[in-house]
């Protein structure tokens, strides 16, 4: 059983950045896929961005795009979110994912699909 440890997450002024980091611990790191989500106050939990197996391919939602890099070091066990020009709509907890089977992003993948870290707060003010 994988277990996922995000961190980096606090507050930041609208127009500031802030880089998540996830570490995974378990094996075969760099055989699934890795995906962050967000969940606002009230709100459903969002896709953001996923990286493939190898780091080859990304994804992203529509809302982060040119704002966001999703990238994973398969060495360190670890995948990062860079996220550059918040805004406050941006607050959020955000989520590490482990796709347990897939090497490549599937959209169509229920929450039961992942395996789930536990949350790090990101705060935009504005």
């Known amino acids: 059983q994988v277990q996922l440890v995000e961190s980096g997450g606090g507050l930041v002024q609208a127009g500031g950045s802030l880089r998540l980091s996830c570490a995974a611990s378990?094996?075969?790191?760099?055989?699934?896929?890795m995906a962050w989500f967000r969940q606002a106050p009230g709100k459903e939990r969002d896709f953001v961005a996923a990286?493939?197996?190898?780091?080859?391919?990304?994804y992203y939602a529509d809302s982060v795009k040119g704002r966001f890099t999703i990238s994973r070091d398969n060495a360190k066990n670890t995948v990062y979110l860079q996220m550059n020009s918040l805004k406050p709509e941006d607050t959020a907890v955000y989520y590490c994912?482990?796709?347990?089977?897939?090497?490549?992003?599937?959209?169509?993948?229920?929450?039961?699909?992942?395996?789930w870290g536990q949350g790090t707060q990101v705060t935009v003010s504005s």
């Open positions: 378990g094996r075969f790191f760099n055989s699934y896929t």
């Open positions: 990286v493939s197996w190898s780091g080859g391919s990304t």
């Open positions: 994912a482990q796709d347990r089977r897939g090497s490549y992003y599937r959209p169509d993948l229920s929450y039961d699909d992942y395996s």
